[in-house]
C-alpha cells in the first residue's frame, strides 16, 4: 500500500491506498505534530485502528505547505516504516506545463491538485479548494496551469471578524434562512457564508471571461460541500483530490 500524506496549514491528511482506490483516510491538527504524542507512535496505532497493518505499507509520498513540519515527518516515516518518501514539488512532471513566474513559489497542493484533475478531465477547469485559505487554480484545455486566485479561507474569514469587532459573536458556519439576516446571528451567517459563495461565483465568472471557453468546477478541501450545496457553479466536489494526486503523482514518477 501506498501512504500518501498532504501537509496543510490546519490540518495532516493521511490516506492509504492500494493502487488507485482509496482503503482508509484520515487528518490531523496540524498543531497536533509539536503538542501532541510522538508522530511515529500515533501513525502506527491509527493504521491498526483502520484494519491497516503498518507493514503493508512499502511507499510513502508526501506533498507539504508547512516547511517546518516537513522535516519532522519526514523523519517519522523513516522510523516507523524504514521507508524515504517522495517528496511532490513543482519539479516533478504532472502532466501540467506550468504558466507561473516562479513555479517554486506554486503551493504543492495547489498543483498536484491541479494535475490530478487535468488528468480525469482533459479539459478547461478550476479547482477550487475551500481550505485554510481558499484557493483557485487554472487550467486550459491544453494542460498549462495558468495561475489563480488565493483569498481567506471561510473559516479564518469568521474568525477575523470575530477577533477584530467587540460585540459580533462567533456563530457556526452554515447558511442562514434567507440573505437577509434579521438577526445578529443570521446577519453573520448571510455576510460570511453567502458572501463567500458569491465571491467564489464571481471569480469563476472572472476565469471564464478571461479563457473565454466555459469552464469545469472542482470543489475540494474541509468546506467544499457546503459551498458546492449553495452554488451551482461547482460541478463536482472531491474531498480528497489533494490525496488522490498524491497518489496518481508517485505512480507517475515510479512509472517513467
Not at 31 to 53: A, C, F, I, N
Not at 160 to 188: C, H, Y
Amino acid at each position: 500500500m501506498l501512504l500518501a500524506i498532504d501537509i496543510g496549514n490546519s490540518t495532516i491528511a493521511y490516506g492509504c491506498f492500494d493502487k488507485s482506490e482509496l482503503r482508509a483516510a484520515w487528518s490531523l491538527p496540524s498543531g497536533s505534530m509539536e503538542t501532541g504524542p510522538t508522530h511515529t507512535d500515533g501513525l502506527v496505532v491509527r493504521l491498526q485502528s483502520l484494519g491497516v497493518d503498518s507493514k503493508q505499507i512499502h511507499d510513502v509520498v508526501i506533498g507539504s505547505v508547512v516547511p517546518r513540519l516537513t522535516s519532522l515527518i519526514e523523519q517519522a516515516i523513516k522510523k516507523s516504516f524504514n521507508i524515504s518518501p517522495l517528496m511532490a514539488s513543482t519539479d516533478l512532471d504532472a502532466g501540467l506545463i506550468l504558466h507561473y513566474a516562479d513555479s517554486r513559489k506554486l503551493g504543492v497542493d495547489r498543483f498536484v491538485s491541479a494535475a490530478m484533475a487535468y488528468a480525469l478531465y482533459q479539459t478547461d477547469l478550476v479547482v477550487a479548494d475551500f481550505g485554510t485559505a481558499t484557493t483557485f487554480s487554472v487550467v486550459d484545455e491544453h494542460g498549462t496551469y495558468c495561475g489563480g486566485a488565493i483569498a481567506p479561507g471561510l473559516g479564518i474569514s469568521a474568525d477575523a471578524l470575530v477577533e477584530k469587532t467587540a460585540q459580533l459573536p462567533r456563530i457556526d458556519l452554515q447558511p442562514p434562512r434567507s440573505a437577509i439576516g434579521n438577526d445578529t446571528v443570521s446577519g453573520i451567517q448571510s455576510g460570511v457564508v453567502l458572501g463567500h459563495v458569491s465571491m467564489v461565483e464571481g471569480m469563476i465568472d472572472r476565469f471564464q471571461r478571461e479563457l473565454t471557453r466555459s469552464i469545469k468546477v472542482i470543489g475540494t478541501g474541509g468546506f467544499a460541500p457546503l459551498i458546492a450545496s449553495l452554488s451551482c457553479r461547482i460541478n463536482e466536489v472531491r474531498p480528497q483530490l489533494t490525496l488522490e494526486g498524491l497518489n496518481w503523482l508517485y505512480h507517475r514518477q515510479r512509472s517513467q
